[in-house]
């Protein structure tokens, strides 16, 4: 009897890039992809996706977000059953960050900015710092202040930062992989 293992992530975003690798056993014959978007009816995979898939691996991305359904269908003989081999993939949008504060600034200075998440809704933001590279306690290197919608900065130690932006992505508090880096430099005032 034919299976298959078909391994791509369970959760990804809108025009990223993921591999598809299929491992058939006991189906020699072709295989064609199909694939369902929120429970609807079957498709060639390039209706919602770019990218190619051969019997045994691929790269495709998701044109739009959504709870898809992503099918091998392996074409037998005449005499044999056709069999098909499904797997689930969960698309979110691919969240935009903006903010208006100062790239560069003063230490023992403060700036206020506001921020806006497009694409995503009103998910909740973990906030994190790293300096040159390595993720520090924002409390060890100034003072922040993040809410509704700003952020009050103000740096005490000179160097080179990433603020970084987490977006929750589901109701179970879990948080992009794909976060927002926003990069400071911290001065002396002249």
Not at 7 to 31: C, G, Q
Not at 77 to 99: C, G, I, Q
Request: glycine share 6%.
């Amino acid at each position: 009897m034919p299976s298959a293992d078909i391994i791509v992530p369970e959760i990804t975003h809108t025009d990223t890039p993921v591999t598809v690798t299929a491992a058939f056993k006991n189906a020699p014959n072709s295989v064609s992809w199909y694939i369902s978007k929120n429970n609807g009816s079957e498709v060639l995979y390039t209706n919602y996706c770019t990218g190619l898939l051969s019997k045994t691996s691929g790269q495709i991305s998701f044109k739009s977000y959504g709870t898809y359904r992503l099918i091998a269908k392996n074409n037998g003989r005449r005499r044999t059953k056709k069999r098909e081999f499904t797997t689930l993939v969960r698309v979110y949008p691919k969240p935009n960050l903006t903010t208006s504060l100062a790239r560069n600034m003063h230490i023992d200075s403060s700036y206020g900015a506001s921020y806006s998440v497009s694409k995503w809704g009103n998910q909740n933001i973990e906030w994190k710092l790293e300096k040159d590279g390595t993720p520090v306690n924002m409390t060890d290197y100034g003072t922040f202040n993040f809410s509704s919608g700003s952020i009050s900065a103000a740096f005490n130690v000179l160097g080179s930062y990433e603020l970084i932006a987490y977006i929750e992505r589901t109701k179970q508090k879990r948080y992009s992989d794909m976060p927002y880096r926003l990069r400071y430099i911290t001065q002396r005032r002249m």
